[in-house]
């Protein structure tokens, strides 16, 4: 390894940590919230769906929150990215680096929150009488790195295009909020009637989130989900990394 790879890396790991620590820093309960948040919101779909509407469906609990725990990774690294370069303009402005570190930095830190989430969903898969298998060593790993594929992807177009357009914020917020809903978190994909299955296929993180969900809840990895999601990983990285790297020839000068 020579020296610039170690410096670079070196940088890397100094804005992963500045991510993780500066998000809870005057927080009482630190970084138990990034743990608090999904499960109090896997509660208040639990809540709504199984006592109030009685949504009947067995294992609900770990069916919610090996979605839940996942996508919180995907909508939190894609809505702070969006802001990632604007809020360090002044840092771009001074320091010679690879700009794409600080997307990188932002998606890393959210996924050491995925990662503490993890002993939850084991626990739970205990609870409702599995046990992981040789699948999770495997399919885990896998899917970290098609999700930050496609997260990457997805978080360089929209930070960039935020620099020149700065009404993206505002649109980011209600495409995540809208791809919520049109995702199979808190309802199975057979429950879609047939014909409006095709929309839910088009969203980027549909076999994404049914590949986490085979692994916790039937100790399976689905290679038709995986091949989808891998496919749409290597479609959106690549498209992300060439409009980034087109744009930000203008990006000292925009911002």
Same mark, same amino acid.
């Given at each position: 390894?020579?020296?610039?790879?170690?410096?670079?890396?070196?940088? @890397?790991?100094? /804005? $992963?940590?500045?991510?993780?620590? #500066?998000?809870?820093?005057?927080? =009482?309960? *630190?970084?138990?919230?990034? +743990?608090?948040?999904?499960?109090?919101?896997?509660?208040?779909?639990?809540?709504?769906?199984?006592?109030?509407?009685?949504?009947?469906?067995?294992?609900?609990?770990?069916?919610?929150?090996?979605?839940?725990?996942?996508?919180?990774?995907?909508?939190?690294?894609?809505?702070?990215?969006?802001?990632?370069?604007?809020?360090?303009?002044?840092?771009?402005?001074?320091?010679?680096?690879?700009?794409?570190?600080?997307?990188?930095?932002?998606?890393?830190?959210? @996924?050491?929150? /995925? $990662?503490?989430?993890?002993?939850? #969903?084991?626990?739970?898969?205990? =609870?409702? *009488?599995?046990?992981?298998? +040789?699948?999770?060593?495997?399919?885990?790993?896998?899917?970290?790195?098609?999700?930050?594929?496609?997260?990457?992807?997805?978080?360089?177009?929209?930070?960039?295009?935020?620099?020149?357009?700065?009404?993206?914020?505002?649109?980011?917020?209600?495409?995540?909020?809208?791809?919520?809903?049109?995702?199979?978190?808190?309802?199975?994909?057979?429950?879609?009637?047939?014909?409006?299955?095709?929309?839910?296929?088009?969203?980027?993180?549909?076999?994404?989130?049914?590949?986490?969900?085979?692994?916790?809840?039937?100790?399976?990895?689905?290679?038709?989900?995986?091949?989808?999601?891998?496919?749409?990983?290597?479609?959106?990285?690549?498209?992300?990394?060439?409009?980034?790297?087109?744009?930000?020839?203008?990006?000292?000068?925009?911002?």
């Amino acid at each position: 390894m020579n020296k610039k790879t170690r410096q670079q890396l070196d940088l @890397l790991k100094l /804005l $992963v940590k500045k991510e993780i620590t #500066l998000k809870y820093k005057r927080t =009482y309960m *630190g970084f138990l919230w990034s +743990l608090l948040n999904p499960l109090l919101t896997g509660l208040v779909f639990f809540i709504a769906f199984r006592i109030f509407m009685r949504f009947e469906m067995k294992d609900y609990t770990l069916f919610l929150l090996a979605a839940l725990f996942p996508w919180t990774w995907f909508s939190a690294s894609v809505t702070m990215s969006t802001n990632t370069l604007t809020s360090n303009a002044s840092l771009i402005k001074k320091v010679l680096f690879p700009k794409h570190f600080l997307i990188v930095a932002t998606i890393m830190g959210q @996924l050491v929150n /995925l $990662v503490f989430a993890l002993p939850i #969903l084991l626990v739970l898969v205990y =609870y409702y *009488g599995k046990t992981p298998a +040789l699948n999770w060593f495997i399919g885990i790993p896998l899917l970290i790195v098609v999700q930050f594929a496609v997260t990457y992807g997805i978080a360089l177009i929209i930070s960039m295009v935020n620099v020149f357009f700065r009404d993206m914020e505002h649109i980011v917020n209600v495409c995540v909020n809208m791809l919520f809903w049109m995702t199979p978190i808190i309802y199975p994909l057979k429950a879609v009637p047939e014909r409006y299955r095709v929309y839910l296929s088009i969203n980027p993180v549909t076999y994404l989130m049914q590949s986490w969900r085979d692994i916790f809840l039937n100790n399976t990895i689905n290679w038709y989900n995986m091949s989808i999601s891998f496919v749409t990983a290597i479609a959106v990285f690549g498209a992300g990394s060439l409009i980034f790297k087109r744009l930000d020839k203008r990006l000292d000068e925009v911002l």
